[in-house]
């Protein structure tokens, strides 16, 4: 048989793995600066492109699409080459995936700090970006599925069964997740409203954590476990399993998310049901790359790699068995909205994606720089202190979160909460926030022992280049199948037709999830009492978005004695009806705020913003200085965000949008009326006008300023339906 020469493209990986390992420090310092935020409240005080709530998205971000997602297709631009025996469909079509993804993190590194959000957990990005990252997704399908079919193998290895179902996917979930409706360069509002879109938002946040961080790093285990062990994988028939079932399956998980809030029962039960039948194919997974190390373990002792590929598929059964754990509501109704979660999340994200990403880069570079690891030792102890960080990280946070669960629940013997105040909570986590520290500069620190030790090993190896090949050509053979052929092999060599199935059974969950509960409007009931935002209040929620104070706070109250106690009338799907987005949040730094409209004064808040611990002695709120700056708050784009509201069913009035305007500065200017109750402000307010009129500066009057906008948000929510007691 005729052999064909070629080349493997190196230079597509070696940029992607370049890109790995520098947005890897990027995102893990923003991230370690984050949780000395926690410590440190206003160590960026004033500076609002430093503030806790934009820079959250911003870590996540990085982490998540930056460091996790140039490692997979890293790994999916090497393996991939080699399981079919091509080089990639076309090198144009690999540089444009390449450039595109790093000037699409450079977009969210801008952006996310500027405070343009979406709000969207994992999904903040606006619109322009969220077209490009669409763009770029397709083009590398194109690449992918243009050299399955000008491949020379003839079956497609299970690595690229995941690596497709990751593809058709993620285009799925984020073109639905993201249809939004733009006002401007970089404002949208989502199309869906309250609980539909609480329910779109989980099918994809639950599920980018499926076919983002789980799907593609399966992927890659199948290809580098069995390479670095010099083993086959354990079981092809697990591996068939494994991969259908899992597709299938997670697709339906999301509503657990949003287990005892206003989402209707159904959806609910049902997202608790496939969460526990998840747990078999995703250990099916486990023990089939674990089992693929049988007979190496001596080998395990010594390399590095196999160590990291270790732990990585131990932390991925860890974190998959504490999924499905989480899912059952009466876990769930003490996990949800503590430090527990992210615990979980970080088990994840540390010890599954990060240490196979960092054996993956261990063993990948050396090969193409054609030399050893500069240093053994050195990638052990990147091992030892990285485990010794996720260790200390992690602990803490499950600690936290149960002590946080068990003083919200607490009642003492004549019916009253035992710890009425937040603050008690948090003033008790604090020594848990200290070791989360500690643990992320352990991991921050292997991390960097990494660069040290790649850099090391490129300046000893050879350029990498592109890798010379040979294969025969692909026969090709009946469509049809063969005398004697199964049905999975026969599928096998067929990528149209496993990328439709793919398609297929990722679809069926998503479509009787969430088409009846956007398309049934009698499944969202609405409440006659709950109006729309005044323009005022909607300039104010848009504020609230932009700080990304849902990053702390949630509004969503669950059916709970303590929770009804503490924040009032559990949370009902009516009140949501007109929130686009909404914002329930995940977690709870502070307290809930659905009924925090009429609790406290104007001036409390207007104070409270300014300096919180003045306020609340212990919390741990950074100050938001900027929205009291002397300069107008920008309200040029309001009537064009009624009229998009309009749009997207809010029953604005052709006369309340004409009279927008006007009726936010009457607003305005009560509250401003208000806040001079406080002889304190009225004191401030003059001698900042005077020491402004003394400079030839033009002053604002504090009813144009954002802070106003932002109080008017605060008192407005839950007074629709709020109960006097």
């Known amino acids: 048989m005729e052999m064909q020469q070629f080349y493997y493209d190196n230079k597509i990986v070696k940029k992607f793995i370049y890109a790995t390992i520098a947005f890897g420090v990027v995102g893990m310092v923003v991230g370690l600066t984050l949780a000395f935020m926690f410590l440190f409240p206003n160590m960026t005080d004033g500076i609002s492109w430093l503030s806790y709530g934009r820079l959250r998205p911003l870590h996540t971000n990085a982490v998540i699409f930056a460091f996790v997602g140039n490692a997979f297709f890293a790994g999916m631009y090497y393996s991939m080459q080699r399981l079919l025996k091509a080089r990639m469909y076309s090198d144009f079509l690999s540089n444009i995936h390449f450039w595109g993804w790093q000037l699409i993190i450079v977009a969210a590194a801008i952006t996310l700090p500027l405070g343009f959000s979406s709000s969207k957990e994992y999904a903040e990005l606006e619109w322009p970006i969220d077209i490009a990252i669409t763009l770029i997704w397709v083009v590398m399908g194109i690449n992918m599925i243009g050299t399955m079919i000008k491949r020379r193998e003839r079956h497609l290895y299970v690595a690229i069964w995941f690596y497709l179902a990751t593809f058709v996917t993620v285009a799925v979930l984020h073109i639905f997740n993201n249809l939004e409706l733009p006002v401007s360069a970089f404002k949208s509002y989502s199309v869906y409203a309250g609980v539909q879109d609480a329910l779109v938002q989980w099918w994809y946040g639950h599920n980018a954590v499926a076919f983002f961080l789980t799907t593609p790093f399966l992927g890659l285990m199948y290809y580098f476990v ?55 194919p995703s250990w099916g997974g486990m023990i089939n790359g674990l089992l693929t190390l049988r007979g190496v373990w001596d080998k395990v002792r010594v390399d590095p790699v196999l160590k990291f590929f270790v732990v990585a598929i131990t932390g991925y059964g860890m974190a998959t068995f504490e999924g499905p754990m989480l899912s059952l509501k009466n876990v769930n109704a003490i996990a949800h909205y503590t430090d527990w979660i992210i615990a979980h999340v970080h088990v994840g994200a540390l010890a599954w994606n990060g240490f196979m990403a960092f054996g993956m880069i261990y063993w990948l570079v050396p090969r193409m720089a054609k030399t050893s690891l500069y240093s053994l030792k050195l990638a052990n102890f990147h091992f030892w202190i990285g485990t010794l960080g996720v260790i200390l990280y992690t602990i803490p946070m499950y600690v936290a979160g149960f002590l946080q669960a068990s003083m919200w629940k607490q009642f003492n013997p004549d019916g009253t909460l035992t710890y009425g105040n937040f ?74 037709q496993l990328t439709i199935l793919a398609t297929v059974a990722i679809l069926i969950g998503g479509v009787i999830q969430i088409v009846p509960t956007i398309m049934v409007k009698s499944n969202i009931p609405t409440i006659t009492s709950v109006k729309p935002y005044s323009p005022l209040e909607l300039e104010g929620r848009d504020l609230y978005i932009r700080e990304g104070c849902v990053g702390c706070h949630s509004q969503s109250v669950r059916p709970f004695r303590s929770e009804v106690e503490r924040y009032g009338p559990q949370a009902k799907a009516g009140e949501f009806v007109y929130d686009h987005p909404f914002l329930w949040g995940s977690k709870r730094t502070g307290p809930d705020l659905l009924r925090v409209g009429g609790k406290y004064n104007d001036n409390w808040h207007f104070n409270h913003f300014w300096s919180p611990q003045s306020i609340s002695a212990g919390s741990i709120m950074p100050g938001y200085k900027w929205l009291f700056d002397n300069k107008p708050m920008d309200i040029s784009l309001t009537q064009k965000k009624m009229k998009a509201m309009v749009t997207l069913g809010v029953p604005y009035t052709e006369a309340q949008v004409a009279s927008g305007l006007d009726d936010l500065r009457k607003q305005a200017l009560a509250i401003e009326e208000s806040l001079k109750n406080d002889p304190d402000f009225v004191k401030s307010y003059d001698e900042s006008k005077k020491k402004a009129e003394a400079r030839g500066e033009k002053f604002v009057p504090m009813n144009e300023r954002e802070i106003v906008a932002m109080i008017a948000y605060m008192q407005r929510l839950g007074t629709d339906i709020k109960v006097k007691k």
């Open 423 to 496: 603050l008690e909570t948090v003033t008790q986590i604090m020594p848990m926030y200290w070791m989360r520290a500690i643990g992320g500069c352990l991991y921050l620190t292997g991390m960097l022992v990494l660069v040290y030790n790649i850099v090391q090993t490129l300046r000893a190896g050879a350029t990498i280049e592109d890798e010379l090949a040979e294969a025969p050509a692909l026969v090709r053979i009946s469509s049809g199948r063969v005398k004697g052929e199964k049905f999975h092999p026969w599928l096998e060599r067929k990528p149209i």
């Open 226 to 280: 069995p390479k670095a062990a010099n083993r086959p994988v354990y079981s092809y028939r697990l591996s068939i399993v494994h991969f259908w079932s899992l597709i299938f399956i997670y697709i339906w998980a999301g509503p657990h998310h949003l287990l005892y809030s206003a989402l209707p029962n159904w959806a609910q039960n049902l997202g608790v049901a496939f969460s526990i039948m998840l747990l078999a």
